[in-house]
């Protein structure tokens, strides 16, 4: 038997914050990043419409980029004591995921981070609250996963928490929102979420739903990533959609080692999560090509990639992820990216040995171990092909 969870119910398109005016409730404590939502008015608006809907509005600000432990216990207390029955998180997939974690220790004090930390192990949520969820940014798609990843900033990890009590009970996709994104963001949000369509379509928990999903997210996302990236409006509305349905996928599929490595690398590099994918997409294809060469063909017929046999579509969709990455803006590379060889050699072993204990490594079509794991970090390190 296998599970399939999404959210009861999407609002989408152009305005559609404005669902906020219809919801029925007291209190609402709207969780939010360090400004960019207050700063183009979406906060207030947010604020508006829940006040028309009759609720009490409190807010959490400031939640960082790449949430800490520590953020979500100060707003799990902050939710303790004003006791909404809303959690309204908008924002980028870090204050959306910090709110999901915050909402787990406001309805169970008594749970402590490790509690939490296995997959799949979480107590029972909306015993006093329901969860709404209003992403900014086109690539995480945390408004419709079971996913929430939180650092631990004294180990230097990042722990993606899963359980489909933490996937939201409400998504809306309000497609002038991420209007505003800068374009460095647009290419590191787009290619996170053309990697979790990626990896979703040759997950080991991979079905007929979850590949429909990532086929047309793969599709849609290369069709218009890069005039997204150029500012074009249509396309900026297009990939708010394409990255939800990658998230539908893999939120249900699970993911791969290219999130295990990017979990790992992007706490110790200081580079943003969908570079870091977009980085290691190429080798990790490459690596697991070995296993299931046939899908990532299937995957090149459908964008129309040149090549006759499964290994030419393969190489042809790996071409076209780098000439996507470059016509971008991101090195291909972690070298080129800046990270210096030092800081690479010092660190590589430990980040391989803990990328095969991530939860993404389970999903993985090709079963991997440290040393393997080592091998696919140091050809994205340097840009070498993965051929074992
Ligand atoms: P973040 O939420 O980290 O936001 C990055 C930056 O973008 C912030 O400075 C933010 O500013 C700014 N920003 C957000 N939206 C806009 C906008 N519309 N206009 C202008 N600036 C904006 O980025 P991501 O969405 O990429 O989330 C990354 C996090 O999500 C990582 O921690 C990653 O590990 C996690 N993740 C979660 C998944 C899940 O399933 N839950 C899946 C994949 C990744 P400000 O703070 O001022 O709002
Ligand atoms: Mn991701």
Redesign the pocket.
Same mark, same amino acid.
């Given at each position: 038997m296998a599970r399939f969870t999404l959210p009861r119910d999407l609002y989408h398109g152009k305005g559609a914050l404005e669902a906020l005016k219809s919801f029925t409730g007291k209190k609402a404590m709207i969780c939010? !990043? =360090? /400004? +960019?939502?207050?700063?183009?008015g979406?906060l207030d608006r947010a604020v508006e419409y829940l006040k028309e809907a009759g609720m009490e509005v409190e807010l959490f600000e400031g939640?960082?980029?790449?949430?800490s432990v520590e953020t979500v216990m100060k707003g799990a207390a902050a939710m303790r004591d004003f006791e909404p029955d809303w959690i309204v998180a908008i !924002? =980028? /997939? +870090?204050?959306?995921?910090a709110a999901?974690a915050m909402w787990v220790f406001y309805e169970h004090p008594d749970k402590t981070f490790e509690d939490i930390k296995t997959p799949f192990t979480m107590p029972k949520l909306r015993n006093k609250a329901i969860f709404v969820a209003i992403?900014?940014?086109s690539?995480?798609?945390?408004e419709v996963?079971?996913?929430?990843?939180i650092?631990d900033y004294s180990s230097g990890i990042?722990y993606?928490l899963a359980d489909f009590e933490i996937t939201p009970d409400i998504a809306v996709l309000d497609t002038d929102?991420?209007?505003?994104?800068?374009p460095k963001?647009t290419a590191?949000?787009g290619m996170?979420a053309l990697t979790?369509a990626l990896e979703a379509y040759v997950a080991t928990a991979r079905s007929d739903f979850s590949d429909a999903l990532a086929l047309k997210a793969i599709g849609d996302i290369f069709d218009s990533l890069l005039d997204s990236y150029h500012g074009d409006k249509e396309a900026r509305g297009k990939m708010h959609i394409a990255q939800c349905l990658a998230?539908m996928a893999?939120?249900n599929a699970l993911l791969g080692i290219a999130?295990s490595l990017?979990?790992k690398t992007?706490a110790v590099f200081h580079i943003?999560?969908?570079c870091c994918n977009a980085i290691l997409l190429p080798s990790v294809i490459q690596y697991n090509s070995r296993v299931c060469m046939n899908r990532y063909a299937a995957v090149a017929r459908y964008l129309g990639l040149p090549g006759g046999t499964d290994k030419q579509l393969t190489d042809s969709l790996v071409k076209a992820i780098c000439a996507l990455n470059k016509e971008l803006g991101i090195e291909q590379t972690y070298q080129a990216n800046g990270v210096s060889e030092e800081l690479f050699k010092e660190n590589a072993e430990a980040i391989a040995h803990n990328a095969v204990l991530d939860p993404c490594t389970l999903a993985n079509p090709r079963p991997i171990d440290d040393e393997a794991m080592l091998k696919v970090l140091t050809c994205a390190y340097y840009g070498k092909p993965v051929t074992f």
């Open positions: 939010v !990043g =360090g /400004g +960019s939502m207050k700063r183009f979406f939640i960082e980029p790449d949430p !924002g =980028g /997939g +870090s204050p959306i995921d999901k992403p900014s940014t690539g995480t798609a945390s996963t079971a996913f929430s990843v650092t990042k993606p929102i991420p209007l505003t994104m800068p963001l590191h949000t996170d979790h998230g893999f939120s999130h990017a979990h992007g943003p999560h969908g």
